[in-house]
Every structure is written in structure tokens, then in C-alpha cells.
């Protein structure tokens, strides 16, 4: 079973953050993302950005397939010749920052922009922590006040009648060991990684390499997770993404599902129906261990609508372990 209470602190290897500023940033990245950043709010530097002061998104490929996802925040940096310019932090997956990184810097073209891969630069932790602790207030204040460091407030999760809050925590590498001792004395070092459980019970898919080009966006929810703005304009993929919404063709959804299994299941897994063992019905987005059972692991799935409608469903193949389905915990817009 789950701790009386949960305040931890957990390292997240998997996870990066892309830099974009410069004069132009807020118009680059409008003509790039399916979501709108010009409506972001500003935020100070050590300031913690509550959600939803920040913002879903994604970057396709022409074919409108998802080629990553990632949280943005927006703030203002003072430029040498003492002019506040735009700057944004986008938190995504370490296996394709480098990727998107360069494939933003392709468009960049003439406008007054720089796209930073910040691999080398940062680490980044997940604070999670019970709705309405005592730390709720203090824990995120105190880890923002470290220099250049970046925490940003994500939804908060519902489990087990219980809510979480979670806070993504991007540090300088040269401050890691400050973090560490104020991690300490709040007594937050992580027992076990529960953030990646409440990532795959938040039902919200972080694209990864394996699962990068597979998903247009409503396939992976996005436009119900409010990560699609239909009204900004055009962004690579555009017409695919919009012909999706309005001609009701998509008939793949993320969903929530459990099995029983002795190792945790890779990314890009496919999934299998019974009545149908030669085709995948969809694949695993990602994946955590249950910290309530030991031999359970929980999974964001993309799959067929048809597939749930009788049958049983697989892991890997006609022959793996059967998937058991949750109901996601927002409702989907239809399409």
C-alpha cells in the first residue's frame, strides 16, 4: 500500500529541457507547435509556475505525426543591452531533446532565435507530494529560490481517493549539491520512484524515441488534455491534425490499463486482440511499477476503440499478459 504520506524527491534521468530564446521566440514557436504560446503568462525566474500557468504541447512532423511532447513555461531574461527578452523552457524526453532541438534550429532561419539543448547543462527532479500537505507552500518555494533553478507545477493526480501534486524541478548541475541537502532536511530522498507511477496514472503521454512519428495527436488524447490549439493558425501537420477533429477519423485513444508481469514493459511494446494475433491493436506509451503490488505494472496504452469492445487484449503478443483497463481520469472530447 501506498505511505500515509507522500513527499519525495525523484531524480528523472529520462527527462531534458530545451531553451528557445531571443527577440523572436514567442512567434517562432507559434509557427511550430500545436498548441499557442503567446498567451503564456510571464514568470520571474525564481518564481514556482503553478499550474496552469503553463502550458501541453506537441511538435509534428508535415505528416502531422507526433514527433515529441512536452510542458512549456515561459519567461523573461535581461539581454546585455539591458532589454527583457522572451525565453522558453520546454520540458521534454532526454532520448529525442536532442532531436527536436535540431530540428527546431532548422526553421529558424533569420528570426532572432536560439534553440538550446540544455542535456549538459541541467538535471531535472519530480517532486511529489500530497494535496494540501504542510510542505504544499514551503517545499516549492524554498527548491525556487536556488539559482536558475526552474519549478513547474504539473496537474495533479487523482489515486486511490488520494491527490497528488507534482512539480517538475529543473536544476543547474553546478547546484545539484544545494538541492541535495535541502532534499535532506525536508527528508525527501525517494524511497521508491513514485513519480513515474503517477506520470502513467495522469493518463497525460510523453512522447519518447521508440514512440516518436506513431501518434497524430488525438490518438495520444492531446486535444482532450487541451495540448492542440485549433484556433492559432498553421504549425507543421496542421491540416492533418485538423482534418482528424473535424472529419471524425480517429479511432485510436490513449487509455489506462495493469498486468501482471514479472519485468517492466519497454516503450513501443505492441499490444495484441485476441481475435486478431497477427496485427497490433496499438503499443505502450509508457510505463511504471505499482508500488501497491509488487508484480503489477501499470501502462499507458494507444489503442483501437474496437479493440475494447470485446476480446481480450495482450502485451507483446497473442500469448503475453492480458491487459486489465481503468477508466482515464478526464473526460475525452469526441471526435
Known amino acids: 500500500m501506498l505511505p500515509t504520506t507522500i513527499k519525495q524527491l525523484d531524480q528523472l534521468p529520462q527527462w531534458s529541457m530545451i531553451t528557445v530564446t531571443g527577440p523572436d521566440a514567442a512567434e517562432f514557436l507559434q509557427n511550430q507547435l500545436t498548441n499557442s504560446v503567446k498567451s503564456l503568462k510571464v514568470h520571474a525566474l525564481n518564481e514556482v509556475v503553478l499550474e496552469p500557468g ?24 535581461l539581454t546585455e543591452g539591458s532589454e527583457l527578452t522572451p525565453q522558453f523552457q520546454l520540458f521534454i524526453s532526454k532520448d529525442i531533446a536532442g532531436l527536436i532541438a535540431k530540428r527546431l534550429s532548422m526553421f529558424v532561419l533569420r528570426s532572432k532565435v536560439k534553440v538550446l539543448d540544455q542535456l549538459d547543462q541541467v538535471l531535472i527532479y519530480g517532486l ?12 516549492p518555494n524554498e527548491i525556487s529560490q536556488i539559482t536558475n533553478s526552474r519549478v513547474v507545477e504539473l496537474p495533479s493526480v487523482q489515486v486511490e481517493l488520494r491527490s497528488f501534486q507534482r512539480f517538475i524541478v529543473a536544476i543547474p548541475l553546478d547546484q545539484e549539491t544545494q538541492l541535495q541537502a535541502l532534499a535532506k532536511e525536508h527528508q525527501l530522498l525517494a524511497t521508491s520512484n513514485i513519480w513515474n507511477w503517477l506520470e502513467v496514472m495522469s493518463a497525460i503521454p510523453r512522447v519518447t524515441l521508440k514512440t516518436s512519428e506513431q501518434f497524430v495527436p488525438q490518438m495520444i488524447n492531446m486535444e482532450s488534455l487541451k495540448g492542440i490549439d485549433f484556433q492559432k493558425g498553421c504549425y507543421p501537420g496542421q491540416e492533418v ?9 480517429i479511432k485510436r485513444r490513449l487509455q489506462i490499463a495493469s498486468i501482471l508481469n514479472q519485468t517492466l514493459p519497454e516503450r513501443g511494446t505492441e499490444i495484441f486482440h485476441d481475435a486478431d494475433p497477427e496485427q497490433p491493436c496499438g ?25 475494447l469492445s470485446s476480446g481480450t487484449i495482450h502485451l507483446g503478443s497473442i500469448s503475453g499478459p492480458t491487459l486489465s483497463f481503468k477508466p482515464l481520469p478526464y473526460p475525452l472530447i469526441e471526435i
Open 283 to 307: 503499443m505502450v506509451v509508457l510505463a511504471a511499477h505499482n508500488p501497491m503490488n509488487t508484480e503489477q505494472f501499470d501502462l499507458q496504452v494507444e489503442c483501437k476503440l474496437e479493440a
Open 241 to 249: 491534425v485538423a482534418r482528424s477533429q473535424y472529419r471524425g477519423t
Open 54 to 77: 503553463n502550458r501541453f504541447a506537441g511538435y509534428c512532423s508535415a505528416k502531422g505525426r507526433l514527433m515529441g511532447s512536452f510542458w512549456i513555461h515561459r519567461t523573461e531574461v
Open 128 to 139: 511529489s507530494q500530497d494535496h494540501g500537505s504542510s510542505a504544499t507552500n514551503t517545499l
